[in-house]
């Protein structure tokens, strides 16, 4: 069936890092990958997405590229702030599906000033 | 826009009460709502999909008659954890798709259960 794994956590940087949380899924056909983010205390929010291999989804300095031939969707961002702190969900929808998200396990970012 | 509201956004009941959580879409049709649980430091597990006017399809492992869903308007589905022992203990989140946002869903900001 259709998973997603996450590298372990919690990742701690320092404001300005560069940061990369490595995501990989295992689907049939071409599933819609997205990236969601929970701030503490709040509920999930789309950071970005991508529905096609080779697309790029970005936002607020966030990317991932959807990488077929690796199944990856790694999150980066070039200078990361204390704002940032979250957890950060992989997820997939696969193809053929009637919407059902399957989320990776979820990965905690902590910057520090 | 697409703010979904869930109340209460904590309750702690007794063991062998009912409890009942309400997901609200506050600015669209949700023709779809999804209930998630979420275990402490680890992922979203999707509970159950409910469709406005129709019975919730459950996922398998999840008891329908233990957490009752009722999806009677577009706008609200209901969640019930009957007869709640301790191991329901969780974070319950919904989240909602409306007609036209394609895969695309609007997360509540959740409700912690607490059963004593």
């Known amino acids: 069936g259709n998973s997603v794994t996450q590298m372990e956590g919690p990742v701690t940087l320092s404001e300005e890092a560069f940061l990369t949380i490595n995501c990989t899924y295992t689907a049939t056909g071409y599933p819609s990958l997205f990236w969601y983010v929970q701030y503490p205390g709040e509920g999930l929010q789309l950071l970005l997405k991508a529905t096609k291999a080779d697309d790029k989804g970005s936002n607020k300095g966030f990317e991932a590229t959807y990488r077929k031939e690796t199944t990856s969707f790694h999150l980066e961002k070039g200078s990361v702030q204390v704002s940032d702190s979250a957890v950060y969900f992989c997820a997939l929808i696969g193809s053929g599906n009637t919407g059902k998200l399957i989320f990776g396990q979820g990965t905690t970012l902590q910057v520090k000033p | 826009g697409a703010v979904v509201s869930q109340h209460p956004s904590r309750v702690i009941c007794k063991s062998g009460t009912s409890v009942k959580i309400e997901c609200r879409s506050l600015d669209f049709q949700a023709t779809t709502m999804f209930w998630y649980r979420q275990f402490p430091k680890k992922s979203l597990m999707l509970m159950a999909t409910?469709?406005?006017?129709?019975?919730?399809?459950?996922e398998q492992g999840v008891e329908k008659d233990k957490f009752l869903i009722n999806h009677a308007s577009l706008t609200l589905s209901t969640l019930t954890v009957t007869s709640a022992h301790p191991e329901d203990s969780s974070f319950y989140i919904c989240s909602a798709r409306g007609q036209g946002h394609s895969y695309e869903q609007y997360f509540g900001p959740g409700t912690r259960l607490t059963v004593t």
């Open positions: 409910s469709n406005e006017g129709s019975k919730a399809t459950y």
